[in-house]
């Protein structure tokens, strides 16, 4: 059985989802070292104006080389609270966004002590309302890259293209609310595709794959 190898992400991006969803196995590594300005504590939108990255403040680790599950979140700037206003400012207009709201605004209520924490509970409740059931395992220790075939701990980054990463992963279209006024922004948090397209989110999961 081939495994997936993928870092904890907030909110992460369709392709993010598209790998758990087609994966024979999950493995999410809890001991690479933290690094700055990935989506392990971001995530983007689409807003008004356009793409709009929310990014979760944490405290900065007390030497170079920090595992993911040690970071901790910061309360600095109300976060919580400025995220989940960004997101209903971007969303509150989306089809299905009143009908799955009560299910995320407990995360920007609740404080969490570590990111790594955070993004899972976030990570279990979306699968949950996508309906799917990826067979997730959790690193003991860092996994070499020659540990799978599908490693795409570094390759799923904001900094790089899809077409850059050699993932399977198509970019598949889908209704967005302000697709109008910026045309279709492809590959933003998955929660860009469950509030727009509700129970089809699936589908498009589904389709996501240069194999299927």
């Known amino acids: 059985m081939s495994e997936t190898l993928l870092t904890t992400a907030y909110l992460p991006p369709v392709q993010y989802f598209a790998a758990l969803y087609h994966a024979e196995k999950v493995v999410i590594e809890k001991y690479d070292h933290y690094l700055k300005q990935t989506y392990r504590n971001r995530c983007v939108i689409a807003g008004a104006n356009g793409a709009l990255t929310l990014s979760v403040p944490?405290?900065?680790?007390?030497?170079?080389?920090?595992?993911?599950?040690?970071?901790?979140?910061?309360?600095?700037?109300?976060?919580?609270?400025?995220?989940?206003?960004a997101i209903i400012s971007a969303y509150n207009s989306s089809p299905f966004f009143e009908y799955y709201a009560d299910d995320f605004a407990p995360f920007y209520q609740k404080k969490f002590q570590f990111l790594f924490d955070f993004n899972e509970e976030l990570r279990g409740l979306i699968c949950q309302l996508l309906e799917i059931e990826p067979p997730v395992a959790f690193s003991t220790e860092y996994l070499t890259a020659s540990h799978s075939d599908s490693d795409f701990r570094e390759t799923i980054h904001p900094k790089k293209k899809i077409m850059e990463t050699g993932s399977p992963f198509i970019a598949k279209e889908y209704y967005q609310v302000f697709r109008q006024k910026h045309g279709f922004l492809p590959n933003l948090s998955i929660i860009d595709l469950l509030f727009n397209m509700g129970p089809e989110a699936r589908l498009i999961l589904q389709a996501s794959h240069k194999d299927k």
Do not use: A, D, R, Y
């Open 58 to 85: 944490i405290i900065k680790p007390g030497k170079p080389k920090t595992f993911s599950h040690n970071i901790e979140v910061s309360g600095h700037g109300n976060w919580q609270h400025l995220h989940w206003n």
